[in-house]
DNA sequence: GACAAAATTTAGGCTAGCCTAAATAAGGAT
DNA sequence: ATCCTTATTTAGGCTAGCCTAAATTTTGTC
């Protein structure tokens, strides 16, 4: 069906589709900043895609793009790589959580069919990733997740950690340092209002953790109701 | 050390590897012939290839090149990728072995130093790859390796399978179809001049085969002193 | 040793993807 | 409504890698 697209077309169109699930429309800003770009290559690259027969965005002129189906199926057939890579890199290969975002990066563009369905195999048809992303299945359907921040809960309401942005290295293995990982269940101590800090008890470590928001925004949780 | 090389840098060294082994000097439509593109497109890149510092072949015009050490030491770097990924392919995906080789031609440029240990060390670190081929160990040495060919064995003469050259899917599924695999025993029954036939008999296997001399040339022998 | 065939290089051109600098459009404040 | 800032697009340019067609060199044959 689809013929043979660019490992940076296939970036693209992951990229405006995350966009899209927070931001509605893509920019080209957002695009530019999010690939480490200059924005005068975007408003090229989002033009050659919006005139592709199929076209894989539809855009407008100085109002960004959204995805076309035939573009979000493109960018779900990618997070279905990157993400099922992610957990088989992770729990195949004995990866810890920080560093399979980036090797996945690479690997999605690369692999066949026959390999995804291997990996997808081998994990038992797994719907979430390391850190929680749900992975859409073989029919490019996406597993509801959790949407609910961290950052919105307050004193006396418990959880669980669903799902935490899998972008920064760094925090990611402060965050697993804390026991702050999907599944791990909480219960919220404090809050400060102004600087937005919330602070949790993770069920299992010794003391609680006080979470800016800068953190809190990047931790998705299901809350429990009690 | 070595920063960044593009794909196509990698897959030109790995061509020039192989085809000086067996050749020596590797010709501009020798190595245009391997990676399928004109010989006009050859003289470019291998021209860049000479001027890079430091150079990564020793380019005579009109002569073809050879790998300089750099360019030889990124070559092995990428047979080990490949063959590395060939196996673990083969052994913990399942793959069959005819469909090994197009995989690891993709993936070979893209896995980080982490993955070839990783892998590495959940193989075993293996000598071999599914057809024999020896692997580069981690500081790059190459195994010994059989460079008998099948074409040269005559009647009563009898040995092990070592190695079968890979390119070839519809070849490799003949042969294992036959039972032709690496470390199968077997003894020369026939020749015939001329048309330079071999026919053998596997280990296990009801009947004897005649092979080709097309196909005898791409199989490697350790020959039995017998 | 001349000459035709084969191999190789040169010349010119193309696409994908990036860049910077300059021009223009949109949006917010007054 | 106007001004200013910010976002976006346009214009022009660059490299990597490929292509074809034409020129040139090498090589094998007589
Ligand atoms: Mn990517
Ligand atoms: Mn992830
Ligand atoms: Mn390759
Ligand atoms: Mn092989």
Redesign the pocket.
């Known amino acids: 069906m689809r013929d043979e697209l660019?490992?940076?077309?296939e970036d693209y169109l992951k990229t405006i589709y995350d966009l899209s699930l927070t931001h509605g429309r893509a920019?080209?800003?957002q695009i530019a900043e999010v690939l480490e770009?200059?924005?005068?290559?975007?408003?090229?690259?989002i033009?050659?895609l919006s005139t592709t027969r199929p076209p894989l965005v539809e855009y407008i002129?100085?109002r960004?793009v959204i995805l076309t189906p035939e573009g979000e199926r493109v960018a779900l057939e990618i997070i279905r790589h990157h993400r099922l890579l992610e957990l088989f890199l992770y729990e195949t290969l004995g990866y810890s959580w920080d560093k399979v975002d980036a090797e996945a990066d690479r690997l999605e563009h690369v692999i066949s069919e026959e390999f995804e369905a291997r990996i997808a195999e081998a994990l038992g048809d797994p719907t979430h990733d390391p850190h929680g992303d749900p992975i859409p299945d073989k029919n490019l359907l996406m597993p509801s997740h959790a949407k609910l921040s961290l950052r919105e809960m307050r004193p006396d309401q418990c959880g669980t950690i669903q799902r935490v942005r899998d972008n920064d290295p760094d925090l990611l293995r402060y965050l697993s340092e804390q026991g702050i990982v999907p599944q791990a269940h909480f219960i919220v101590t404090g809050y400060t209002p102004f600087d937005n800090n919330i602070t949790i008890l993770v069920d299992g470590q010794p003391k609680a953790v006080v979470l800016g928001p800068r953190i809190t925004r990047q931790i998705f949780v299901e809350q429990e109701n009690g």
């Open positions: 660019t490992h940076a077309v920019s080209t800003t770009i200059a924005p005068a290559s975007v408003t090229g690259m033009k050659r002129k100085h960004g």
